[in-house]
């Protein structure tokens, strides 16, 4: 018994404190977690403050840009605050919305995202980038117009006016912004371009002499001529000619910038074809393209040709092509020597064949008949008659064509009947099945900057220095257009002559290349392929 006791005195105190050690063990195992969770929760706990996030937006709701016609905007309230605010409720719903990416409003809520800027500074701007263009449109388009450019990364502009654009009240506002040259068509200015070297040369010989569209297409060309040159004087890395209804959606860039866009082209580039979508207007009542329009076709350079055959009927509703109007883009050229125009489309070089790229993602955004008025004030700027024939020798395209017809023959009421059967996209049904397929796409970008830069205050801000401006050059405004005319003209003539009377060796190479350009004509506006076309092409 006593040899029994000895060991169950030894073995009993061992036992105990190895499950002393197991429940310790336990213990801990279990209150670590429970430590670690509520330093956790310490850590994240913000006892009293206000959410940064929550407080950076209003309380109210409401929608994005160009939400009215989207489903995410469906449930919105439309009433009160601005396009550019929305609610903390909403953000998350919403975030996918291009619009997003343009901030708050310059309602009581929010400061305006443009309010402050500097539209006026050149410091450190590479590229320089030079816009021109031939104009007749009325303030309240060239304005928002400019300004969007502006915001993109354009520092320079060079406007030939005439009718509503050469007007003291619009050419007063938009010589008071920096960067804006305005050229007025006097008969000095037609005079030195009776002169001009285009003339005497074949590649855009086959427009000369013939009225409106391809008139327009002449004039536009000899004010691209001018405006190399000028470009070259200020110094510009990069031209492009654009009509005043028509945006550049600098999409693929690191951010939205032009200048980006550009900056990031090889040195060996020397042109860049902007592939153009065109406006798909879904109302009738559209007042300002700008700022209502979100819905565009996009080119058929930018979409699959399986996508482009299968869906050409629905995507062209009717119409002779898959556009209404043009389809063959834009440019942006480097400012070099021995540039020239080669239609209001393209750059050439007298001197190379220049190097180009196409961008496959950037855009030129073409707003072409967005409002209904716009048959009627097409029709008006010209004086052919609508019959078959005439029409061929006034209108490059189709779709002008038989515009100007009925806008000249039939009545207000069958003019906006035919308006909706060919422009205005009131087909929901086949308008998603095209957006989900592609054809179709949405763009806030552009409708939102100028809806912020309207809000800011800019564009009131803009004629206000206007009238200012008129006040004090009202005695001597006439005076000094003409002078600055002439002088950029004869500025102009006198490069190219210079151009004209190099050594030997350029003339006899510039002769060459103008022999060769016999066989080259310039590029006129030109639809997109036809489905004939792609049938014959592909089968080829």
Same mark, same amino acid.
């Given at each position: 018994m006593a040899g029994y006791r000895g060991t169950s005195s030894s073995s009993a105190p061992?036992?105990?404190? /190895?499950?002393?050690? /197991? $429940? *310790? !063990? =336990?213990?801990?195992? $279990?209150?670590?977690? =429970?430590a670690l969770a509520a330093f956790a929760f310490a850590l994240q706990w913000r006892g009293g403050m206000r959410d940064p996030t929550g407080a950076a937006w209003p309380a109210d709701?409401? &929608?994005?840009?160009?939400?009215?016609? +989207?489903?995410?905007?469906?449930?919105?309230q439309g *009433?009160?605050?601005?396009?550019?605010?929305? +609610?903390?409720?909403?953000? +998350?719903?919403?975030?996918?919305?291009?619009?997003?990416?343009?901030?708050? +409003?310059a309602s009581s809520h929010?400061?305006?995202?443009y309010r402050g800027w500097s539209f006026d500074s050149e410091a450190a701007i590479t590229p320089k980038i030079c816009i021109t263009g031939s104009t007749s449109a009325s303030l309240h388009q060239i304005l928002p117009w400019l300004y969007y450019h502006k915001v993109i990364g354009v520092s320079h502009f060079i406007l030939f006016v005439e009718g509503e654009a050469a007007k003291p009240a619009v050419t007063s506002v938009l010589e008071s912004i920096r960067g804006v040259k305005i050229i007025f068509r006097t008969?000095?200015?037609?005079?030195?371009?009776? *002169?001009?070297?285009?003339?005497? %040369? $074949?590649?855009?010989?086959?427009f000369f002499y013939k009225p409106c569209n391809y008139e327009l297409f002449v004039k536009q060309s000899l004010n691209m001529e001018m405006a190399i040159v000028m470009a070259r004087e200020a110094g510009m890395d990069w031209i492009i000619h654009l009509d005043t209804d028509e945006l550049i959606h600098p /999409?693929?860039? *690191?951010?939205?910038?032009?200048? &980006?866009? =550009?900056?990031? !082209?090889?040195?060996?580039v020397d042109m860049v074809i902007f592939p153009n979508y065109e406006s798909s207007v879904e109302r009738d009542d559209i007042k300002d393209?700008? $700022? %209502?329009?979100s819905?565009?076709?996009?080119?058929?350079?930018? =979409?699959p040709k399986d996508t482009y055959f299968g869906l050409y009927k629905e995507a062209t509703r009717g119409n002779p092509n898959y556009f209404l109007t043009y389809g063959n883009g834009k440019s942006a050229a480097r400012v070099q020597e021995h540039m020239r125009p080669n239609g209001a489309h393209r750059w050439h070089n007298y001197m190379k064949t220049p190097n180009e790229i196409k961008l496959e993602e950037a855009a030129i955004l073409h707003y072409t008949y967005t409002k209904f008025s716009d048959l009627t004030s097409r029709r008006d700027r010209c004086g052919c008659k609508p019959t078959k024939e005439d029409v061929k020798r006034c209108f490059i395209l189709e779709f002008d064509r038989l515009a100007f017809v009925i806008a000249s023959t039939a009545t207000e009421q069958e003019m906006r009947n035919w308006y909706h059967e060919h422009v205005v996209w009131t087909d929901k049904d086949i308008n998603l099945k095209l957006l989900r397929k592609g054809v179709l796409t949405r763009i806030y970008a552009p409708m939102a900057i100028i809806r912020g830069l309207k809000e800011s205050g800019i564009f009131t801000a803009a004629v206000t220095s206007g009238k200012a401006h008129l006040k004090v050059k009202s005695s001597n405004i006439g005076l000094e257009n003409k002078e600055s005319i002439h002088t950029n003209v004869t500025a102009a003539r006198s490069t190219t002559l210079k151009e004209g009377s190099n050594d030997n060796s350029h003339a006899t190479a510039r002769k060459i290349l103008e022999m060769i350009d016999v066989q080259e004509e310039a590029m006129p506006p030109m639809s997109p392929p036809g489905f004939l076309e792609l049938i014959e092409s592909a089968l080829s």
């Open positions: 061992g036992g105990g404190g /190895a499950a002393a050690f /197991a $429940t *310790r !063990v =336990l213990l801990l195992l $279990t209150l670590l977690p =429970l709701t409401q &929608r994005f840009p160009g939400m009215e016609n +989207s489903p995410l905007g469906s449930s919105s *009433r009160g605050g601005s396009y550019f605010a929305v +609610s903390s409720a909403s953000a +998350s719903s919403a975030a996918a919305d291009c619009a997003e990416i343009l901030g708050r +409003s929010g400061i305006s995202l008969k000095e200015l037609k005079e030195q371009q009776d *002169r001009s070297r285009i003339w005497n %040369e $074949t590649w855009l010989s086959g /999409a693929g860039a *690191r951010e939205y910038s032009l200048r &980006r866009l =550009l900056l990031d !082209v090889p040195d060996n393209p700008f $700022t %209502e329009v819905m565009f076709k996009k080119n058929y350079d930018h =979409l």
